[in-house]
């Protein structure tokens, strides 16, 4: 135990936080994927808030086009918005900016206001810093609770999948404030190239949890649940 305490702190030590990035040159991911059949898989939840500023001197939602029957329709039909908004640790905007949001978002509904998203999270934060995941799905915006697939990512989290639930902040917020978007996401990825220590810092992390998982013996519990209901079948 004490040996492995001190390997931890040495590599604390030794091995700055931006090394839990891959390399991104084509041959760092060909030796990404190389050691991937040995990799382990994990699961991680994120959670952080996400400021749409609409209005102001600053916004960081802006319309930038609309087709010429949007100003009719009472779902608003055609309308399209890019983004660039701050992901926080907290639900003010003045708390620890840990990202961005950054992408586009149509009105795609002729029938109800419903969304089509086509989002990043891009953090900038962290063991993460350099890392995204892209988001991909259809938002109703009258849910409480939005749910959205997470359909891959770069850096710590390539190969990523996993899901994005997230609902309007229910707390106080400042006057004058839109409400922000709170934010959870549950990603399966691969620990391939982040270093040994980075899992330790992770455990511990502002806006990040690691949360044991494992595919296979997932795969083994299943199939073994199946052979015994076909053999009840058989004998009843």
């Given amino acids: 135990m004490e040996m492995k305490l001190v390997i931890v702190l ?5 091995a700055p936080l931006s090394d839990a990035v891959p390399d991104q040159s084509p041959n760092g991911v060909g030796n990404w994927f190389s050691r991937l059949p040995n990799a382990q898989e994990k699961l991680t939840r994120l959670h952080f808030y996400i400021h749409d500023i609409m209005t102001g001197p600053n916004p960081t939602t802006v319309p930038i086009a609309q087709a010429n029957i949007t100003d009719a329709s009472p779902t608003k039909f055609g309308l399209v918005y890019v983004m660039d908004s701050p992901l926080t640790v907290g639900p003010s905007l003045d708390s620890k900016i840990i990202g961005r949001c950054q992408g586009t978002f149509a009105f795609a509904s002729q029938e109800e206001i419903g969304l089509l998203l086509t989002l990043n ?12 995941l892209s988001v991909l799905g259809p938002k109703k915006r009258d849910n ?6 997470i359909i891959g990512g770069s850096g710590v989290f390539r190969l990523a999948e996993g899901v994005s639930t997230d609902h309007t902040y ?8 839109k409400a922000p978007t709170d934010t959870t996401v549950y990603v399966l990825h691969y620990d391939v190239a982040a270093a040994n220590y980075a899992e330790e810092v992770e455990m511990n992390h502002e806006y990040a949890e690691v949360i044991e998982f494992n595919r296979n013996q997932k795969y083994a519990e299943d199939i073994e649940l199946t052979k015994n209901l076909i053999n009840q079948v058989k004998f009843n």
């Fill in 170 to 177: 229910q707390g106080t917020v400042a006057p004058g404030a």
């Fill in 144 to 149: 409480f609770y939005r749910e959205y697939p």
């Fill in 121 to 132: 999270f891009v953090f900038t934060d962290g063991i993460y810093a350099g890392s995204t």
């Fill in 10 to 14: 040495l590599a604390l030590i030794l």
